[in-house]
């Protein structure tokens, strides 16, 4: 069965770090990108993509994460880290990682003093 696990968010103050975790089992991370979004608070229907891992280790970001925040893998646990510093109130949502048209079950970054 194929399956995402997403961790490590929480409440955190503007200019904070968080990493979040998103751990797979059923198949190999390191042989599929990995795309990552956030649904924001009060756009429940909509989740936003802002940036991608590729199998290769290449990544993307959008502009508004750039600089901000970093993908890495460990192969070896089978799991993508995201990186984020430099938190702003505006990241605030719920963020999911995404492979194989598989989700993980989201987890809340809430940036607030």
Known sequence: QLKLVESGGGL????GSLRL???ASGFTLSSYDMSWYRQ?????REREF???????GTTFYVN???GRFTFSRDDHKNTV????N???PEDTAVYY?????TWGQGTQVTVSS
């Open 81 to 84: 880290y995201l990186q984020m």
């Open 50 to 56: 802002f940036g991608r891992i590729g199998s290769d």
């Open 12 to 15: 955190v103050q503007p200019g």
């Open 64 to 66: 508004s994460v750039l």
């Open 21 to 23: 975790s998103c751990a």
């Open 86 to 88: 430099s938190l702003r």
């Open 40 to 44: 924001l608070p009060g756009k429940e």
């Open 97 to 101: 990682c995404r492979a194989l048209a």
